[in-house]
T-cell receptor, first 115, second 116 residues
Framework: AQSVAQPEDQVNVAEGNPLTVKCTYSVSGNPYLFWYVQYPNRGLQFLLKYITGDNLVKGSYGFEAEFNKSQTSFHLKKPSALVSDSALYFCAVRGFSGGYNKLIFGAGTRLAVHP | DAGVIQSPRHEVTEMGQEVTLRCKLISGHNSLFWYRQTMMRGLELLIYFNNNVPIDDSGMPEDRFSAKMPNASFSTLKIQPSEPRDSAVYFC??????????????FGPGTRLTVL
C-alpha cells in the first residue's frame, strides 16, 4: 500500500534562514510525489511535483524539493524563509484505486516563520 | 479561468437538516475529488469521479453522505440528515487524469460547514 509520512507537526524557522519540511514515502514502483501548501482559510495550492528526471525539483514561490530514492524521502526546502511562507504544507504520493490514480496526502506540517 | 468554484462558502445548519454542497470543475478537467478537513482527522478523501463515474467512494463516512456528478462540469455532495460531527471544511478538487498518469489537483476555496 502507498503511504506518506510527515514526521513533524510543526517547524519553526527565523526569517531569512533556510527551511526544510520533511516527507518520507512508501510505494511500490516509481513514486509520483507532490507538495501542496494551504494558507489560512484557503484551499490547497500545488507547489511542485516529481515524476521522473532530476532529483531536485523547483516549484512555486522559490520552493524546491529533493527526491532521494535510497532514503525514500522528498523533503521540501527553501534557501531563505519569509514570514509569508507561514502555512500548512502537505506532501502527497500517487496511490491506486479501482485502476485509477489518486493522491494520498500526509497529515501536514505547519510552518511558522518568525521575524 | 475562474478555477474550481464551490458554493456556499459557509453553511450553518441545524442537526437533522439536509445540506447540499456544490462544486464546478475547471473547464477541460475530467476528474473531481471531494475531501473533508478537520483538526482531528486532517484531510480525508471522501469520493472521486473520473469522467462522471464514481471510482472510489470508500472514504464516504456513511449512508447519510451521497455525491453525484450529473454532468462533466458539476458535482454535489449531500448530507442527509446532518449531524454535529459532520462539521468540517469540505473541499472539492479538479484534475485532468490521463491514462497511467497523474496531474496535480486544483482545489476550490472550500465550504465551511457548521452543524449545530
Amino acid at each position: 500500500a502507498q503511504s506518506v509520512a510527515q514526521p513533524e507537526d510543526q517547524v519553526n524557522v527565523a526569517e531569512g534562514n533556510p527551511l526544510t519540511v520533511k516527507c518520507t514515502y512508501s510505494v511500490s514502483g516509481n513514486p509520483y510525489l507532490f507538495w501542496y501548501v494551504q494558507y489560512p482559510n484557503r484551499g490547497l495550492q500545488f507547489l511542485l511535483k516529481y515524476i521522473t528526471g532530476d532529483n531536485l525539483v523547483k516549484g512555486s514561490y522559490g520552493f524546491e524539493a529533493e527526491f532521494n530514492k535510497s532514503q525514500t524521502s522528498f523533503h521540501l526546502k527553501k534557501p531563505s524563509a519569509l514570514v509569508s511562507d507561514s502555512a500548512l504544507y502537505f506532501c502527497a504520493v500517487r496511490g491506486f484505486s479501482g485502476g485509477y490514480n489518486k493522491l494520498i496526502f500526509g497529515a501536514g506540517t505547519r510552518l511558522a516563520v518568525h521575524p | 479561468d475562474a478555477g474550481v468554484i464551490q458554493s456556499p462558502r459557509h453553511e450553518v445548519t441545524e442537526m437533522g437538516q439536509e445540506v447540499t454542497l456544490r462544486c464546478k470543475l475547471i473547464s477541460g478537467h475530467n476528474s473531481l475529488f471531494w475531501y473533508r478537513q478537520t483538526m482531528m482527522r486532517g484531510l480525508e478523501l471522501l469520493i472521486y469521479f473520473n469522467n462522471n463515474v464514481p471510482i472510489d467512494d470508500s472514504g464516504m463516512p456513511e449512508d447519510r453522505f451521497s455525491a453525484k456528478m450529473p454532468n462533466a462540469s458539476f458535482s454535489t455532495l449531500k448530507i442527509q440528515p446532518s449531524e454535529p460531527r459532520d462539521s468540517a471544511v469540505y473541499f472539492c478538487a479538479s484534475s485532468l487524469l490521463l491514462a497511467g498518469g497523474l496531474n496535480e489537483q486544483f482545489f476550490g476555496p472550500g465550504t465551511r460547514l457548521t452543524v449545530l
